[in-house]
């Protein structure tokens, strides 16, 4: 796929799930990104950078591990996501945490601007994930870290079969290597090919739990990646894909409820001299 294409169907697409993301993810995400910050071991005045931070669910906790001496700088291809982090850290009355629309292929800042780069399930998305991993290690000083956390293997996903039904009724083009970096030793070695030394890898499997198929429906198609196709969809496609998505995932329906496995891959890795 075209690259500039790509990145135009992130932007738009994360525009119109933004409204829907925390409600339809954050709990569900959040194993991964407890984790992720665990190997990032954030000190106080540590300056950091989130790239692809969303409406900030691991923008905020970093804020608070480097205090009021530190600083976060979030990142999105999304404007809207920019801008509601950018009215929570206003409201919430942090001072040390800011945000910027980029592109995580190039990220407008000095080298080695910052201590730590986290990256929390964003990787996936962006049409080339080594470039990405080279301008985080750039903006590292000697020493720094990168923490990144990406989806695993498809066939311990429970919910991957939304990409195949949105697809067959309208080409969302959103993230066909979605799974890639998650399989065998995929987002290791992508990591190592961008310069990235002494790494650390874990694979934490979960479950996503969802109150009912409605709760499950709207954080597939309206909160998550296929945000832009679905809004493409009528009253009958919705209903229809719908019923699909339910039917994909009723071996893990419990009564009116839905534990749907899944899993993550969680990387730190280190900037070494030259």
């Given at each position: 796929?075209?690259?500039?294409?790509?990145?135009?169907?992130?932007?738009?697409?994360?525009d119109?799930?933004?409204?829907?993301?925390?409600?339809?993810?954050?709990?569900?995400?959040?194993p991964?990104?407890?984790?992720?910050?665990?190997?990032?071991?954030?000190?106080?005045?540590?300056?950091?950078?989130?790239?692809?931070?969303?409406?900030?669910?691991?923008?905020?906790?970093?804020?608070?591990?480097?205090?009021?001496?530190?600083?976060?700088?979030?990142?999105?291809?999304?404007?809207?996501?920019?801008?509601?982090?950018?009215?929570?850290?206003?409201?919430?009355?942090?001072?040390?945490?800011?945000?910027?629309?980029?592109?995580?292929?190039?990220?407008?800042?000095?080298d080695?601007?910052f201590?730590?780069?986290?990256?929390?399930?964003?990787?996936?998305?962006?049409?080339?994930?080594?470039?990405?991993l080279?301008?985080?290690?750039?903006?590292?000083?000697?020493?720094?870290?990168?923490?990144?956390?990406?989806?695993?293997?498809?066939?311990?996903?429970?919910?991957?079969?939304?990409?195949?039904?949105v697809?067959?009724?309208?080409?969302?083009?959103?993230?066909?290597?979605?799974?890639?970096?998650?399989?065998?030793?995929?987002?290791?070695?992508?990591?190592?090919?961008?310069?990235?030394?002494?790494?650390?890898?874990?694979?934490?499997?979960?479950?996503?739990?969802?109150?009912?198929?409605?709760?499950?429906?709207?954080?597939?198609?309206?909160?998550?990646?296929?945000a832009?196709?679905?809004?493409?969809?009528?009253?009958?496609?919705?209903?229809?894909?719908?019923?699909?998505?339910?039917?994909?995932?009723?071996?893990?329906?419990?009564?009116?409820?839905?534990?749907?496995?899944?899993e993550?891959?969680?990387?730190?890795?280190?900037?070494?001299?030259?």
């Amino acid at each position: 796929m075209d690259a500039r294409f790509q990145r135009r169907v992130q932007r738009y697409g994360w525009d119109k799930a933004a409204a829907y993301y925390e409600q339809g993810w954050a709990r569900q995400l959040e194993p991964a990104q407890t984790r992720l910050l665990e190997l990032a071991a954030l000190a106080p005045g540590e300056r950091v950078l989130d790239v692809a931070c969303g409406t900030g669910l691991v923008t905020f906790p970093a804020g608070a591990a480097v205090g009021p001496r530190g600083a976060v700088v979030g990142t999105d291809i999304s404007e809207v996501m920019v801008a509601r982090l950018r009215q929570a850290a206003t409201s919430r009355g942090v001072a040390n945490v800011t945000a910027e629309r980029m592109d995580a292929e190039d990220l407008r800042f000095p080298d080695g601007s910052f201590d730590v780069v986290l990256c929390a399930l964003g990787l996936m998305y962006f049409p080339d994930p080594r470039k990405s991993l080279q301008e985080m290690r750039r903006l590292l000083r000697l020493g720094g870290r990168v923490a990144v956390a990406v989806w695993g293997a498809r066939d311990r996903c429970g919910w991957a079969e939304i990409f195949p039904i949105v697809d067959r009724r309208v080409a969302s083009e959103v993230c066909p290597l979605f799974f890639q970096l998650g399989t065998g030793d995929g987002l290791g070695l992508t990591m190592e090919m961008a310069g990235l030394t002494d790494m650390t890898v874990d694979r934490i499997a979960t479950t996503l739990h969802y109150d009912s198929g409605e709760e499950a429906c709207g954080a597939a198609f309206a909160g998550g990646p296929v945000a832009m196709a679905y809004s493409r969809f009528d009253q009958r496609t919705r209903e229809d894909a719908f019923a699909e998505y339910l039917a994909s995932i009723e071996p893990y329906r419990r009564g009116d409820q839905y534990a749907i496995p899944g899993e993550f891959v969680v990387a730190r890795a280190f900037r070494a001299p030259g």
